[in-house]
């Protein structure tokens, strides 16, 4: 019998075979959560309670353990840059978020500085002062937050970041369940406004998958994580529909590593697994699994 110790070890062994089996560096992770340990943990609690964002879905935390380990493990598995992705869920959040984050990513100099937002009254202000200091993510959760992305309150902000090129992670797919903005029609709304934002669409924009691969193919500033999409656990509820994988082969340029980490129900390889059994080949996977991040973050 292994310790759990011994465990996580091998795995970061296979993680790193698997990049260094690709000829890369290493991994950049666009989506991974570090928050304030309270925030944390209470979306640990929503997780542990099937709470109705998660799709009532089963979703034992793999990675559930204290922040220098978490740090750890991603050291260990290999990935050079990661980014704290926090979400605000009300008005009156974010601010204290983005300090935590800018605190966070001048102790662990890995990690993408990250910071947020949220329609509400400074918004523009807060957001240009996390840029000031250094900003080089946003994370915008639409279901989580429950708000509209085209909310006038947010317009001058989206052109704020768009100018700055400042890429942001959004969360606004439909998966695991819907909230009362996802979905590609609000976003669509924003990018009309803004189409030099660039925008990641977290998780692939499931299970809306081709409706965001048409705004990625019509906008060239859009771009996907791969967050949680095509594992095992996603395709039994959300799959992927095969016949799209021409188009994601074709905007191979514009796919980003993202995992979830530490907040997904099985081990981090597995993530990278899947993406190799798309069967896209390894000049996609070293695209996705770290050049396109490099490129884009000037790593
Ligand atoms: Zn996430």
Sequence with gaps: MSSPHAVVSEEAGEVRRFWSGLGLPGLIDVHTHFMPERVLHKVWDYFDANGPLTGGLEWPITYRKEEAERIALLRGF???AFTS???PHKPGMARWLNDWAADFARRAPDCLHTATLYPEPGVETYVRRALEAGARVFKAHVQVGAYDPAD???RQTWGLLAEAGVPVVMHCGSGP??????GTEPIARVLARHPKLRLIVAHMGMPEYEEFLDLAERYDQVRLDTTMAFTDFSEDFMPFPRRALPRLADLGERILLGTDFPNI????LHQLQVLERLGLGPAWLRAVCHDNAADLFSL
């Design 152 to 154: 006038e309150r947010l």
């Design 265 to 268: 129900p099985y081990p981090y």
């Design 78 to 80: 290999g990935v050079r």
């Design 177 to 182: 369940a819907p909230g009362k903005h996802t």
């Design 85 to 87: 992705m926090l979400y």
